[in-house]
């Protein structure tokens, strides 16, 4: 059984560029999750997806935003990037209504 | 708002001796309480997770937590810990109900000696 499933695994961007992060979710779950961790810090909450549509989303400025497709699997773009969004991003998969994550092992994201 | 303390940014303990990483919360009810590890580059392994009920809660890897409501605490212990277990770990809340988001702490980075 696959867990969550994330690419690319290493990604490097210049500054003012625009990015796209993909995750697929464990089989069985239908809400994605996004988390950003800057070097030294825990994972900090972006947005969730549910139903194809975002339900709910921490403090991260619209140059953030996502999609779910029907297939339950999720993009997170990135426009316009800063410096400090050098980071590694890392997609958590859950069923609707239950406390169980399941993350992926990330994509690192560097921007230059 | 939720918040999650957790003290100690580094500890280092000798291959064989007990663990102790503490993990402090602010919030409004009891929220459900986790804790995961992370080896270098990789994500998130969920080591445990209290909800309700019994207040000590065994996890994976011979990790055990203590939830204790007076001190709003949720420490991970370990008898005694192997190589291995060198890794960074982050204790997280998220309020009941499901679905929700989970709030993280910075983590502890631990390092264990030969």
């Known amino acids: 059984d696959a867990g969550v499933t994330q690419s690319p695994t290493h990604l490097i961007k210049t500054r003012g560029q625009q990015v796209t992060l993909r995750c697929s979710p464990k089989s069985g779950h239908d809400t994605v999750s996004w988390y950003q961790q800057a070097l030294g810090q825990g994972p900090q909450f972006i947005f969730q997806y549910y139903e194809e549509e975002e339900r709910q989303r921490g403090n991260f400025p619209d140059r953030f935003s996502g999609h779910q497709f029907p297939n339950y699997s999720s993009e997170l773009n990135v426009n316009a990037l800063l410096l400090g969004d050098s980071a590694l991003y890392l997609c958590?998969?859950?069923?609707?209504?239950?406390?169980?994550?399941?993350f992926g092992s990330g994509t690192r994201l560097t921007v230059v | 708002a939720q918040s999650v303390t957790q003290p100690d940014i580094h500890i280092t303990v000798s291959e064989g001796a007990s663990l102790e990483l503490r993990c402090n919360y602010s919030y409004g009810a009891t929220p459900y309480l986790f804790w995961y590890v992370q080896s270098p580059g990789q994500g998130l392994q969920l080591l445990l997770k209290y909800f309700s009920g019994d207040t000590l809660v065994q996890g994976i890897k011979g990790f055990e937590a203590e939830f204790k409501r007076s001190q709003s605490s949720f420490n991970l212990r370990k008898p005694s810990v192997h190589w291995s277990d060198a890794a960074e770990y982050f204790c997280a809340v998220q309020s009941q109900g499901g679905s929700e988001k989970l709030v993280f702490g910075k983590g502890t980075k631990l390092t264990v000696n030969p």
């Open positions: 958590a998969s859950s069923l609707r209504g239950s406390s169980g994550y399941t």
